[in-house]
């Protein structure tokens, strides 16, 4: 996926068998229920340049637990609808400054990122150890977070 700027609508709905998706550098919005009802999708790398993330894009994605969203990010509009397995969402605070709304949504999921390289948070460990190894800075983690970091 790695000429297209646009993931069009339902492009690869109900892919069962889909397990991790790259999108593309040049991709700057995946589009209404782009990949909604990939079951088995676990992994999904969206890149720096990415603009628009919009609705339902991951509905019922039930096998994603965490997703990093780029600092590029302007528009988010509640892609994540009953994926009931997701309990991590890494984002600057700048994106959620500019979508209040999934913030209010996702609030229990969150963990505030500072311009975090994302190949080193994809590539990297889940500890609590690996992760202050990295020298990111992700806030105070409350004992439930820290319980998520495997």
Do not use: H
């Not at 993931?7 to 995946?30: A, H, P, Q, R, W």
């Not at 709304?101 to 999921?109: D, G, P, Q, R």
Request: aromatic content about 8%.
């Amino acid at each position: 996926m790695s000429s297209s700027k646009v993931i069009g609508f339902s492009s690869f709905f109900c892919c069962e068998n889909l397990e991790k998706v790259i999108i593309g550098k040049n991709t700057k919005v995946i589009s209404q229920a782009a990949f909604a009802e990939c079951t088995k999708l676990k992994k999904v790398v969206l890149p720096e340049g990415l603009k628009e993330i919009q609705w339902r894009v991951f509905e019922n994605c039930n096998s994603l637990e965490e997703i990093a969203i780029p600092n590029s990010v302007d528009i988010i509009d509640d892609p994540f609808t009953d994926c009931e397995n997701l309990k991590i969402i890494y984002i600057s605070e700048e994106t959620l400054d500019k979508n209040p709304a999934f913030e209010k949504e996702y609030k229990n999921k969150i963990i505030i990122k500072e311009d975090m390289d994302l190949d080193k948070l994809i590539n990297m460990g889940k500890t609590f150890k690996e992760i202050n190894k990295l020298k990111k800075t992700f806030g105070n983690f409350s004992k439930k977070e820290i319980g998520l970091l495997k």
